[in-house]
């Protein structure tokens, strides 16, 4: 929980939670998980926004809003999960803040690497730090495990500085000095946003943002009966409000009326790490929502089958697809450095052998092949 939180929230009593549901109607199922297995203190560090008390627990306005949003007034499908689209996964792994408030730099960094995927149609994996975020970034600017920070104060380090990968500084729980952790090569191995909005309180543009680039990240209320949450659309039904929390929304389904997160919290909590929630419901829309338009890769791609290379008269117009990366254009230092670049993978290519290719904001600057 957020230290300028000062709501006060009381564990919640499972019967009691049981009761509430049935009286609901029974609109989510609950269960045992990995979050309300645990004490409530830490349980609440795992919230790491500050909490919005003004918000109501259910905004009919806002969920009007988000209903009306159908795909006629604004180019995007009734439905939309970037874990299945057309067939494709193009969402990445679950992951586990532990016992530390960053959960921005997880809802931050979750939605590049979706937004990165997605925007691109590539399953290339890629595995940004929220170590970086958070120990480095939040950390300068006085934020830490018990104070949680802000997506829109993340993401403009995102986009000015960069993220590196999760190798060169892998997370762990609890405050630390990110700057002494953080490998030093990493400017040469990140990616950074090339733009980015605050969409906060419009349920229209975030179906847009979401079927366009393929997530979004937004902030929510959360009340005692979410830890519990196992399945279902869910809507708070009983249980105080314990603090704010910051997810990555990856779909949304019209039919049903709610949008589709992947958490932070690791797959043993929620359906497997993911959750679905109603439409207005905790302030989904009026928390803060922001949409990130493009990711660049400053990175080596290892192990990339060629499977087609392609050039015209223009000496600087040459390109490359590598078999999980997509088409990349072939930026030597000169044309020279280009043709005899387009040489070696022609020969990789022509003996089915794997290539290196660094890719810098979607050109390719060098390459290594054997």
């Known amino acids: 929980m957020a230290s300028e939180d000062t709501s006060s929230s ?12 049935q009286q609901s109607g029974q609109p989510w199922e609950m269960g045992y998980t990995s979050i309300n297995a645990l004490e409530e203190g830490e349980r609440r560090i795992r919230l ?7 918000l109501p627990d259910h905004d009919e306005g806002a969920a009007a809003l988000a209903r009306s949003g159908q795909a006629e007034g604004v180019g995007a499908p009734a439905s939309f999960d970037a874990r299945n689209a057309d067939g494709v996964n193009y969402d990445t792994a679950v992951k586990d803040q532990g016992g530390c408030g960053s959960c921005v730099a997880f809802g931050v960094a979750g939605a590049m690497e979706v937004v990165f995927r997605y925007s691109r149609r590539t399953t290339v994996p890629v595995d940004f730090s929220e170590a970086h975020l958070f120990y480095v970034y939040a950390r300068s600017e006085g934020r830490n495990c018990g104070s949680g920070w802000w997506p829109n104060r993340a993401l403009p380090f995102a986009q000015n500085s960069g993220v590196t990968m999760e ?15 953080l490998n030093a090569d990493w400017p040469n191995r990140m990616a950074k946003v090339s733009a980015w909005a605050d969409i906060t309180g419009n349920a229209v543009q975030m179906k847009e943002r979401i079927s366009t680039y393929g997530a979004v990240t937004a902030c929510f209320n959360v009340y005692q009966d979410f830890f519990s949450y196992r399945s279902g659309v869910y809507r708070h039904v009983t249980g105080d409000l314990a603090g704010g929390h910051c997810v990555v929304l990856i779909g949304y389904d019209d039919a049903a009326g709610c949008w589709i997160a992947r958490n932070s919290w690791g797959a043993g909590w929620g359906d497997g790490g993911y959750f679905r929630i109603a439409y207005g419901d905790c302030g989904i829309e009026s928390f803060q929502t922001c949409s990130v338009h493009g990711v660049n890769l400053k990175a080596w791609l290892p192990n990339q089958t060629v499977t087609g290379l392609w050039s015209n008269e223009a000496d600087a117009n040459i390109w490359v697809h590598g078999s999980a990366r997509g088409w990349l254009k072939l930026d030597g230092a000169s044309p020279v450095t280009s043709h005899a670049m387009m040489s070696e993978l022609g020969a990789a290519k022509a003996l089915d052998r794997p290539v290196g290719l660094f890719e810098d904001n979607g050109s390719v600057k060098q390459i290594y092949a054997w």
């Open 10 to 21: 009381e564990p919640l009593n499972l019967a009691q939670l049981k009761t509430a549901l």
């Open 48 to 54: 790491g926004v500050p909490s919005r008390p003004d």
């Open 167 to 181: 190798d060169y500084y892998p997370y762990s729980s609890g405050d630390q000095d990110g700057n002494s952790l």
